[in-house]
């Protein structure tokens, strides 16, 4: 009886709960998605201001697609890829449902590469940490710079940490689509200077006309102090010609500069 009870629990446990954040595919995209378009539009000037303006986009580790969506229907040729299959399935499904085309192709970060075919790629709010090891990391940043045209960039939006200063987070997002409504709770646990691990906690709260969910996950990811970072960028085939906060306002890197999005190039193209 007891055996059938934890057995049962497994069960239900196994289908309510998922193994990571990027199983929930509609419920991050939904949450997700406000702010979308003025990101690619950010996105766009940055390609007009430093890259070559042209129209062939990389998105690696795309999710759901949502700014795909938003290049298509503006009319660029964007690919996306992804690690995760059921990312991929249901960023397949809303492009199609939308009429729009884009290419999406299962991909890892460390190894994605097609020569010098892109004019842009770009990868924010800290997607690249997913690499746990920094040599992985400096395998994705040679992978880019392969992978762009003579003149094209990359945009890259990482956090950058002070292992003297660390400092908990906590972020909520809440979204709603049609009867359907998201919260995202998602709290960071500092990580340690031997480690470089920071945790991310995530909880989804989900309110629908049949009733509400919820969800719990976490996952690592690797921690950049200015100095780790500067080393891995000296160390790979990119450099870095302009920086920016997350509102998009130019800034310069110092050691109290945390949240980034960093535009780089090939150090041969310039
Ligand atoms: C925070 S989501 C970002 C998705 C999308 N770029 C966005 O901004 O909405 C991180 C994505 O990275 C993918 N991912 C994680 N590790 C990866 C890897 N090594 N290679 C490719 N994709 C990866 C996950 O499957 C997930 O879709």
Redesign the pocket.
Known sequence: MARKAARAAKVRSEIGQPRSL?DCPQW?DIV?EAGTAAEVTQLQRINKKYGTGGRRWL??????G??LRVLANRGCQAVG????PI?LDYARRRLRARGLNAQLCP????TFVRPRTFDIAF?????FR??LDPL?ALAHLNCIARSLKRGGVYVLGIDLVDYDDPQPGEEVWVARRGRCKVRHVMFSIPPERRRRRERIINHLIVDTPSGRSTYESHYDLLSYNLAEWLYLLEESELNCIAAYDFDWQPIDITGYTRDVNLILARKSSR
């Open positions: 990027y991050y997700h998105e690696p580790a795309c999710g759901t949502r700014f890829y992804d690690a995760s990312m991909g890892d970060m460390a990868n924010l709010i800290n997607t997913h690499l992985e």
